[in-house]
């Protein structure tokens, strides 16, 4: 049970991290990666799966 919670709880804290990071990249940056705005949660969602 305590391996379920702490994966869970690196899997929010990864999202969390990668949700920050995006949300302070400028537009040029985002651009770049192919990500707009409106998918930068789709995207760290899918980053902390893949933790």
């Given at each position: 049970?305590?391996?379920k919670l702490r994966d869970r709880f690196a899997r929010w804290l990864a999202y969390r991290?990668?949700?920050a990071s995006l949300r302070q990249a400028p537009?040029?940056?985002?651009a770049d990666a192919?990500?707009?705005?409106?998918?930068?949660?789709e995207?760290?969602?899918?980053?902390?799966?893949?933790?």
């Open positions: 049970m305590f391996d991290q990668t949700l537009d040029s940056t985002l192919g990500i707009s705005r409106e998918e930068i949660r995207h760290a969602r899918h980053a902390s799966l893949r933790r």
